[in-house]
T-cell receptor, first 110, second 115 residues
Framework: GIQVEQSPPDLILQEGANSTLRCNFS?????LQWFHQNPWGQLINLFY???GTKQNGRLSATTVATERYSLLYISSSQTTDSGVYFC????????????FGSGTRLSIRP | GAVVSQHPSRVICKSGTSVKIECRSL??????MFWYRQFPKQSLMLMAT?????????EQGVEKDKFLINHASLTLSTLTVTSAHPEDSSFYIC???????????FGDGTRLSIL
């Protein structure tokens, strides 16, 4: 099956810093989503981005499907950005299923 | 936007009891619903996929007799953890989508604690 790896696994930053989170996947995908899981467990959908670049406020994401990776950029981090960030892919061999990456745990210090 | 409601948000019960978790799509018809399980500090693992009116498809290693899934309507799927034991304690999350190649929308999860 497809492998989805995220890096780094943990990231600790000061408030105001910028960060880049990476998601690598081992096979062709037809969909990719980025999620933020807050401390209460809620999954917040950030981007639905099978290819190209999107921006939403301080967050942006880029997926290069041909090279099998996606990047999530967070600028001017705030303490409320803390939590776990997951990428999740739907791959061609099994169009129904979402496979989640291992996640990046982000901690923003005031 | 699409809203998925999951209930209850938290359950604490004694070992041996059965627990039912509901997942509802509030403003769209969910042809497919998914159930995930998440242990502390780990990722979400897909347990099963259910299509309305059909039997659920379980992932390898998930006991279908232990985790009963029913998807009787286009807006409701239920997961019943039968004869729950402490090792079943976990965070369970459902998701739903209306058709292929569309984003999945997630519920807020159910934290299950078996004493």
């Amino acid at each position: 099956g497809i492998q989805v790896e995220q890096s780094p696994p943990d990231l600790i930053l000061q408030e105001g810093a910028n960060s880049t989170l990476r998601c690598n996947f081992s096979d062709s995908v037809n969909n990719l989503q980025w999620f933020h899981q807050n401390p209460w467990g809620q999954l917040i959908n950030l981007f639905y981005i099978p290819s190209g670049t999107k921006q939403n406020g301080r967050l942006s994401a880029t997926t290069v499907a041909t090279e099998r990776y996606s990047l999530l950029y967070i600028s001017s981090s705030q303490t409320t950005d803390s939590g776990v960030y997951f990428c999740a892919v739907t791959w061609y061999s099994s169009a129904s299923k979402i496979i989640f990456g291992s996640g990046t745990r982000l901690s923003i210090r005031p | 936007g699409a809203v998925v409601s999951q209930h209850p948000s938290r359950v604490i019960c004694k070992s041996g009891t059965s627990v039912k978790i509901e997942c509802r799509s509030l403003d769209f018809q969910a042809t497919t619903m998914f159930w995930y399980r998440q242990f502390p500090k780990q990722s979400l693992m897909l347990m099963a996929t259910s299509n309305e009116g059909s039997k659920a498809t379980y992932e390898q290693g998930v006991e279908k007799d232990k985790f009963l899934i029913n998807h009787a309507s286009l807006t409701l799927s239920t997961l019943t953890v039968t004869s729950a034991h402490p090792e079943d304690s976990s965070f369970y999350i459902c998701s739903a989508r209306d058709q292929n190649n569309q984003p999945q929308h997630f519920g807020d999860g159910t934290r299950l604690s078996i004493l």
